[in-house]
């Protein structure tokens, strides 16, 4: 599987037809295809190529919803 740095990660921002990744819990998910995430953006409140752990403490949902998207690879340990 895939390891991506925190820099990797980054450039997955959704921007100029890039893929839309966010990481959880150590895994990286491709969210490109969700409208939800269109241009890398979720609901103001969020950006692709990011780690999202913290941030998803506070959502309005919990990450059982990342699982319908494909997983990546990892995130590696700063």
Not at 23 to 48: E, F, I, P, R
Request: a negative charge.
């Amino acid at each position: 599987m895939r390891k991506f740095t925190k820099e990797e990660l980054a450039h997955c921002d959704g921007k100029d037809g890039r893929q839309a990744y966010v990481a959880y819990g150590g895994k990286v998910y491709n969210v490109s295809d969700s409208l939800l995430w269109k241009g890398g953006d979720h609901q103001a409140s969020h950006t692709a190529g990011q780690d999202l752990t913290d941030a998803l403490e506070e959502a309005p949902h919990n990450s059982e919803l990342l699982e319908e998207f494909p997983v990546m690879g990892i995130l590696q340990e700063d």
